[in-house]
């Protein structure tokens, strides 16, 4: 399966309409510049579709996007950057957790974002732990595969894979495109 079209169709701070339509949503959540706008530009092949940057922070809406005119990807603002005042920090963790727990959408599939050198971090198990007892679908994607030294590859992809249990794990780099074929058939079969 491919990705034929993408567009963006609007940005979301809270309810919304687009939310309670029977669209399946393939949601993306993450650490703050683990690099999940930059993943869905991969995946897409669209490079200035979801805007990315140096500087965590960056998204700060449920960006929404439609995906082959028949499901969307949603990009979610990252959680754990500690350079946010702590009103923004406050607000953006409610928006994730309004939208992941409480806001009674649907979602296909959950797509965790974690960073392939660095591994789970606290903040990445917690969350995991939460979908899992909610029962969400999860597909976990080590981002930046490209940044792991080559003679710790295979090491640090078992150590990856002992903290988060029984759940696949697909390498991948948004700046290679490494995984990206392995990736869109979990994600879109
Ligand atoms: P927030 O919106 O702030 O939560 O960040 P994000 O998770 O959307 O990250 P974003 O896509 O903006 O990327 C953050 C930085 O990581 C950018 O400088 C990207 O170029 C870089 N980046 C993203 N993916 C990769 C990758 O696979 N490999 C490398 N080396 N860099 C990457
Ligand atoms: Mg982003």
Sequence with gaps: ?????????????GPDKILENNIPKIVFIGRSNVG????????TRQKGLAKTSSLPGRTQE???????????????PGYGFAKLSKKDK???????????????NEHQKIVLIVDAEIGPT???L???????????????????????????YQKQLNKIQDSIGDH?????SSKTGFGADKLLREILE
Excluded at 5 to 12: C, I, M
Excluded at 36 to 43: P, V
Excluded at 62 to 76: A, G, M, P, R
Excluded at 168 to 172: A, L, N, Q, V
Aim: contains cysteine; hydrophobic residues 45%; glycine residues 2%.
């Design 1 to 13: 399966m491919q990705i034929k079209s993408a567009k963006f169709v609007k940005g979301l701070v």
């Design 36 to 43: 999940k706008s930059s993943l869905i530009n991969s995946l």
């Design 62 to 76: 449920l960006n929404v996007f439609l995906i082959n005119d028949n499901f969307y990807f949603v990009d979610l």
């Design 90 to 104: 406050k607000w953006l963790h409610e928006l994730i957790n309004w939208y992941l727990f409480d806001s009674y």
């Design 122 to 124: 606290k903040d990445d």
């Design 126 to 152: 917690e969350i995991l732990k939460a979908l899992e007892e909610c029962k969400k679908n999860i597909i976990i994607v080590a981002n930046k595969e490209d940044k792991i030294k080559k003679s710790l």
């Design 168 to 172: 696949k794990i697909f390498p991948f």
